[in-house]
């Protein structure tokens, strides 16, 4: 009877590494589109949602080698190549993260420079105008 349930163990430990991999890749193709989004500044896009497919992949990843540690080296080739594949994803995924990040906050500096700009252009031009304004005042006696 404790055979037929390890045995049962094995086949689900086997069907679960067989499955975890199509939802890796899933939550990798979900988190590039998230970064996508983000760098084009959609509404929808938000550094929390990022966070957390972020964990979701170092979650998956982590599961992927609990799997490798668990089996006879021997054994692992074929599950060390699947985590190193994700990891490399993952390491891609990030560096699109921060160039997304900066991307955002040179448009956000950028507006603000312009708003500032603006607001020193107008400023310039209220006191010029008051100062034309009073040296007109004091030619009119």
């Known amino acids: 009877m404790a055979l037929q349930w390890r045995g049962a163990w094995i086949v ?6 067989a499955c975890g991999q ?5 939550t990798a ?10 760098e084009h500044a959609a509404p929808a896009a938000n550094e929390d949602r990022i ?3 972020f964990a979701k992949l170092d979650a998956e990843i982590a599961a992927l080698r609990a799997d490798e540690l668990s089996k006879p080296p021997a054994d692992r080739t074929e599950i060390t190549a699947r985590r190193e594949t994700l990891e490399a994803e993952r390491r891609d995924l990030q560096t699109a993260y921060l160039k997304a990040r900066v ?3 040179g448009v956000a500096t950028e507006e603000a ?3 500032m700009a603006d607001q020193l252009g107008k400023g310039l031009e209220d006191a010029g105008r008051r100062l034309r304004d009073s ?3 004091g030619e009119a006696p």
């Open 113 to 115: 420079l312009r708003g």
């Open 103 to 105: 991307a955002r906050l």
């Open 51 to 53: 966070a957390a497919l």
């Open 135 to 137: 040296t007109r005042q």
């Open 22 to 26: 199509p939802d890796a890749q899933k």
């Open 29 to 38: 193709k979900e988190l590039r589109t998230e970064i996508e989004a983000y």
């Open 12 to 17: 689900l430990a086997a069907l679960f590494i």
